[in-house]
């Protein structure tokens, strides 16, 4: 369910976690085993994280017991593996402060104005807030969204259409690939000779360009084509010399995504650079009752990995269930055998 953006008194909540990509989603199911409820805050619309913005088509490899998974998929099945748990999302928004109000609470507020008073939070903003690398043109700003998009919703829409797209990285290529053939016209615009992709897909995309499918620049955008208030196209600057207008129904920029650490900078949490120090037994910060998962933290031996987040997040639910209740005893339950946790997810045994 999604919460109101703006709340007259502070929303209380048990666990507030920060970041709503693959482990903060499995965060609130590692709580939700353990009776814990929780509120999720992303400066994103949509749940997913890096995953949904970066290669939402893109195969993954390393889920356990999942052969081949896509990201987008990866999402929608942690979503639905949660449903049990009734967390409350607040999408769109970003952390803007966190303090301590007393022993064991933490006041929040985020930049839509949402207050929380969170007895523990868990940061898992991987490497923070995504902000798409934007194109730089003139006027761009009036086309973002529609004639310019940095993220692909619908691709059935583009069929037919007149494309120019931007970048050097797997998205490029991917969608390079993808839509060649659908697209009526298809040209690629690159900046330098040498691609940040796979290699395979740089040699499939060279492979179109030969077969006359599509067009391959390597140039740098100068200006937009707008005409009657319409995009029409762009202008570009190859490395050549040469210049050349493109027309265009939509320009698709790969630029990239770069992390925004904001606010959680000055928050006082110790830091190795851009990352958060946890230890790795509940994977707490050096702030008692903030804890941080996935790509945002650091310990020795630190992997980047999805599957290590979804480790550190069930540690994490460890410590956190500790930190609420420091009185009680913990006992470690199976899923397959605790008529608690059947409960819990609403199964029975």
Known sequence: MTAQDQQVAPI????????????????IFELGLLGISAHIVDSLRHAGGQCTELYPDKPIY????????????????????????????????????VKREAERLFFVRTSTGTTFHAR??????????????????EGAEAFEGHGIQYRIKNAATLHGKDLVIFGGGDSALDWTIDLCGKARSLV?????????AVPASVARMRQLVAEGRMRYIEGIAEKLVVKD????????????????????????????????LGPIAAWGLE???RSIRVDTEKFESSIPGI????????????????LSGFHEAALAAFGIQHHLHPEKKQFLQYTTTSPIMHKRLGVTG
């Open 12 to 27: 209380e909540c048990e666990a507030l976690i920060i970041g709503a990509g693959p482990c903060g989603l499995f965060q």
């Open 62 to 97: 390393d889920i356990p017991a999942l052969p081949v998974c896509g990201a987008q998929e990866l999402v929608d099945r942690l979503m639905q593996q949660i449903k049990p748990f009734n967390a409350v999302f607040h999408l769109g928004q970003e952390v803007t402060e």
């Open 120 to 137: 523990a939070i868990v940061i898992a903003g991987g490497v923070g807030s995504f902000q798409p690398r934007r194109l730089g043109l």
């Open 188 to 196: 690629l615009i690159h900046r330098r000779a040498e691609f940040r």
């Open 229 to 260: 208030g319409a995009l029409k196209g762009v202008m570009v600057a190859g490395i050549d010399g040469a210049h050349h207008e493109l027309p265009a129904y939509h320009l698709l920029v790969f630029f990239g995504l770069h992390p925004k």
């Open 271 to 273: 830091l190795d650079k």
């Open 291 to 306: 804890f941080a998962i996935g790509d945002i933290n650091h310990y020795p031996g630190k992997k980047k990995l999805i």
